[in-house]
């Protein structure tokens, strides 16, 4: 069984984390939530995230993927799922050229994660500072070398 993802940070192509999650997966297109919602650069690592929170905020763009069974459960570990504040949504999104919106699953964090907040809400993630798993005890010895 397929279900399918919608990736608006890092998840897209090009990004860090899209070798070890989706690059396996079929790409259907690019796609806008169909309700607004708060998506900004927050938290140490200076990570996308986007709250469960229609409404507010701003149709957000991501990339849309036909993922399986074991990619969800590698996206779910690699996103935390389970965890405090870190959740894994059904939402609708429709392709940015128009045509019908499909439901997709999405990685959401709660504000709780957003400390500190690095940017205003966004539309689209273009950011390039996110500190990926495999740099993060070199930037904390960085960090504390800086002191």
């Known amino acids: 069984m397929t279900r399918n993802v919608f990736a608006f940070g890092t998840l897209k192509r090009g990004f860090p984390l899209h070798e070890q999650g989706l690059s396996c997966s079929s790409f259907r297109g690019i796609c806008r939530t169909c309700d ?3 998506m900004l650069i927050a938290g140490p690592w ?6 469960n929170e229609p409404g507010v905020g701003y149709r957000v763009i991501g990339e849309l993927y036909e993922a399986d069974e074991d990619t969800i459960a590698k996206l779910d570990r690699l996103e935390s ?3 405090p504040g870190n959740l894994r949504v059904a939402i609708e999104v429709e392709p940015v050229v128009g045509g019908p919106a499909w ?5 959401l964090k709660s504000r709780q ?6 940017s205003g809400y966004l539309r ?10 495999d740099r993060r005890d070199e930037h904390r010895c960085n960090s504390v070398s800086d002191l």
């Open 36 to 38: 607004r919602y708060p």
């Open 46 to 51: 200076f990570a996308p995230m986007m709250f």
């Open 81 to 83: 799922v389970g965890k």
């Open 103 to 107: 439901s997709a699953l999405v990685y």
């Open 113 to 118: 994660l957003a400390d500190p907040i690095h």
């Open 124 to 133: 689209i993630y273009e950011d390039r500072r996110f500190i990926p798993f």
